[in-house]
């Protein structure tokens, strides 16, 4: 069973950067594309970034694509998502997730297979 823990959520300002993390146990991290899906109060929940565990592929949702940067660690079984240039309407609950299927874009379409707890980012203005 694949276990996902996020971390490095908070608040940070308008603007600014923060880099959220998360760490795999439990599974073979190299075979599972990870990413990052998000739900903001009243919202349903929504695919944000991924990353594809062959050749390592991204796609990204559009509102996010050329401010966040989804990258992967195999080494330390670890997946992060750097986000730049937030504003307030990144404010979610951000939960990294995982898929045995191959194609990034798959996690915008199947819902993955394995999901952490997430963690709470705020924008403020």
């Known amino acids: 069973q694949v276990q996902l823990v996020e971390s490095g959520g908070g608040l940070v300002q308008a603007g600014g950067s923060m880099r959220l993390s998360c760490a795999a146990s439990g599974g073979t991290f190299s075979k599972y594309t990870m990413g990052w899906l998000r739900q903001a109060p009243g919202k349903e929940r929504e695919f944000v970034a991924a990353?594809?565990?062959?050749?390592?592929?991204?796609f990204y949702a559009d509102s996010v694509k050329g401010r966040f940067t989804v990258s992967r660690d195999n080494a330390k079984n670890t997946v992060y998502l750097q986000m730049d240039r937030v504003n307030v309407e990144d404010t979610a609950i951000y939960y990294c997730?995982?898929?045995?299927?191959?194609?990034?874009?798959?996690?915008?379409?199947?819902?993955?297979?394995?999901w952490g707890r997430g963690t709470q980012v705020t924008v403020s203005s």
């Open positions: 990353i594809s565990w062959s050749r390592g592929g991204t």
């Open positions: 997730a995982g898929t045995p299927l191959t194609a990034a874009l798959a996690m915008a379409e199947i819902e993955p297979r394995y």
